[in-house]
């Protein structure tokens, strides 16, 4: 559940960017902190691990409303792509409200996919949460390379992959131009702000 903070009168929510390596976690949010350096009162922070990073920034969201008066404020984070960095994925998933998986569409990645979700699974029950019952959207990314003759899934084979039966909403984007990166975005605040006014 969020951090609430009685004394700013402020509900602090966490959302994690998760997916395999290279599936575009940061240029996510690298798009976001450009397009909205003004709701962003910190800085992007980025850790490095050994040829990966984790990012983190504040967002604060529009037109979203308050819950019982407090506003809002939104901690998006990114975790390190590589099975080896799976300790810092873990310790990043701590108290997580909600998770954006991007899915990297290119065929070749097909497998990486499959694993990563399974270790996104794995890493929500170690701090006793479930998959099946926290706000989760797949962003199916890097859709833009279809167009330039690179082989990438159909949107249905990356459904039937990993979407059967988790059934929860799925966007095609491409981070690299920005396409359908905001509405993931913000697809993901709605459902966690619904999850919130349930558990108020």
Do not use: W
Not at 54 to 80: A, C, E, N
Not at 162 to 175: D, F, G, M
């Amino acid at each position: 559940m969020a951090f609430i903070n009685m004394k700013n009168k402020e509900v602090q929510a966490k959302i994690v960017y998760y997916g395999p390596g290279r599936c575009g976690k940061t240029t996510n949010l690298e798009y976001i902190y450009q397009q909205f350096r003004e709701r962003i009162p910190s800085e992007m922070v980025s850790i490095k691990t050994h040829g990966d990073r984790t990012l983190f920034f504040d967002f604060l969201p529009f037109d979203v409303g308050k819950i019982k008066g407090y506003s809002i404020r939104m901690q998006l984070y990114t975790v390190p792509g590589q099975i080896k960095y799976d300790a810092t994925r873990r310790l990043v998933l701590k108290g997580v409200d909600a998770v954006v998986f991007v899915a990297d569409s290119l065929t070749v990645q097909r497998e990486q996919n499959l694993i990563s979700l399974k270790n996104l699974q794995d890493n929500l029950a170690a701090h006793k949460k479930d998959i099946y019952h926290i706000p989760l959207i797949i962003q199916y990314n890097k859709r833009d390379l279809e167009n330039q003759g690179i082989p990438v899934m159909s949107i249905e084979m990356m459904e039937n992959d990993l979407n059967e039966k988790l059934k929860v909403p799925s966007i095609p984007a491409s981070a690299l131009k920005g396409n359908n990166v905001v509405v993931t975005l913000k697809k993901i605040i709605s459902m966690t702000m619904a999850s919130f006014q349930k558990g108020l």
